[in-house]
């Protein structure tokens, strides 16, 4: 299952540098408790840390991912009666559809031509540490055979690209989420100044229970979005292997073969 190799991964990052910086601005409490619920790999750092800049700290939940293996011991985190901001990987189970009944609840998605890129940087990179899967750094694998190793999955070691999006988003479309995409978070960063990105970004917070931008929301999300506070951003990555750009035709092509209609189904053509 997704969330238990996930859940045994662990992140070798740099601490956190955003709350000070959250500090300094003020906050109207939530009212009602906020899940970013995100496929693993498609911005949840960028995203969580711009939703960081309008919730009060002491509404900050961010001791870990919330993911089903730890659901129970941190419930505490979605209470209805002690609104938090929280963030996690939760597949869509019966527990997850409990658990979440009073939150709203928000899914993060990606291009999954892209998600295989970012998944396969952050599995070749010195900072992610899995014991099913650290053989596989330091020039052993390809950066191509890597690649199809996340799109077709690992026979008991990982899971593959369509039951990642199945599980994380596919499954929770239709149920009352609001469904975000990653590239247009990144696209109207870049056109922040203009009258839509305010509007989207005043529906995409008001999603999480910020129901009113405040004067210097743009300040807010420059922070948030700054790529210095993001430990999982590529930059501070290293592997050693380089990268592309853009996903290899063949894989693309693969990409289709196993999940076929995913991308279209996401929004994207």
Known sequence: MEADVVLAAKVISRPDTL???VQKFSHTPLRRTAFLNSV????THLLR??????????????REFIQIPNL??????????????????????DISLMALKHANNVV?????????????????????DH???????????????????VIFGIP????????????HAVAWMGTGVHVVRYEDIVENLNRLESAEAESFFADLLARFGVDTLPPDWRGRVRVGSDRRHSATAREHLSSGQTIPETLPDTQRKLVD?????????LGYA
Do not use: W
Not at 110 to 128: E, G, I
Not at 258 to 265: K, Q
């Open 49 to 62: 840390n711009i939703v960081r800049m309008f919730v009060p700290p002491q509404q900050h939940y961010d």
């Open 131 to 149: 014991p099913q899967q650290n053989h596989l750094k330091n020039g052993a694998v390809s950066v191509e055979q890597m690649m199809n190793l």
């Open 108 to 128: 993060l998605v990606r291009d999954p031509y892209d998600y295989v890129l970012a998944r396969t940087r952050f599995n070749l990179s010195d900072q992610f």
């Open 19 to 21: 709350g000070a910086e």
């Open 257 to 265: 073969h196993m999940a076929p209609g995913l991308r279209e189904l």
């Open 40 to 43: 693993p790999k498609c911005g």
């Open 156 to 167: 008991g070691r990982g899971p593959a690209l369509r039951e990642v999006f199945l599980f």
């Open 72 to 93: 129970e011991q941190h419930k505490a985190a979605l209470h209805p009666q002690r609104p938090m901001f929280s963030v996690g990987h939760l597949l869509f189970a």
